[in-house]
C-alpha cells in the first residue's frame, strides 16, 4: 500500500466512525456501558491515545531514535488501564478537541513518511518483521472498526 492509499483508506475509515458519533447525543457518549464500563468518550479518549502514541513514534523515528514499543499483551492492557484512569473525567468537549486534534496531527506526521519507512519489514528492528505500516493501520482504521459496534450500540442508552 502506497503512503497515499495508507491515508485514504485512514479517511475513509474515520470518517464512518465519525458518522455514527454525529447521532450520538452527549449524554449518550459519556453514559458508561458502551464498552464494559466505557463510554463512547472514553473509547473516543482510548482511540486519540493511540493515535497520540503513533504520532511520537513517528516524531521519535524522525529523528533517528527508537521509539519505546509495547511487547506484551500486558502492556498494552497496562496502558489501556492507565490512560482510562487518566481520562475518565475529562470533560467529553475536551476529550473530543483531542480526538481531533491528535487525528489532525496523525495525518500531518504521515504526509512526510518515507514509502520505504512504512512498507519495508526490515526498516526498523524493532518493528520485529513488520511493517511500520502495520503499526499504522492497526491503530487508525483497524482501531476505529474494532470499537465501532460499541459506539453504534450507545445510540440506544
Known sequence: M?????????REGRAEFEVVL??????????????????????LGHIAMWESRLVTTLYTIERGATPKMFHTQAEVDKANAESYAEQRDRPLERVLADFHA??????????????????????????EGKSLERLVIGDTFEHYAEHHSAVMGARHV
Open 2 to 10: 502506497t503512503r497515499q492509499e495508507l491515508l485514504q483508506a485512514i
Open 102 to 127: 491528535v487525528h489532525a496531527q496523525l495525518l500531518k506526521r504521515l504526509e512526510t513518511v518515507k514509502e520505504r519507512d512504512l512498507t519495508d519489514p526490515k526498516r526498523f528492528e524493532w518493528m
Open 22 to 43: 454525529t447521532q450520538l447525543t452527549p449524554e449518550q457518549m459519556t453514559a458508561p456501558g458502551a464498552m464494559g464500563e466505557w463510554s463512547v468518550k472514553d473509547i
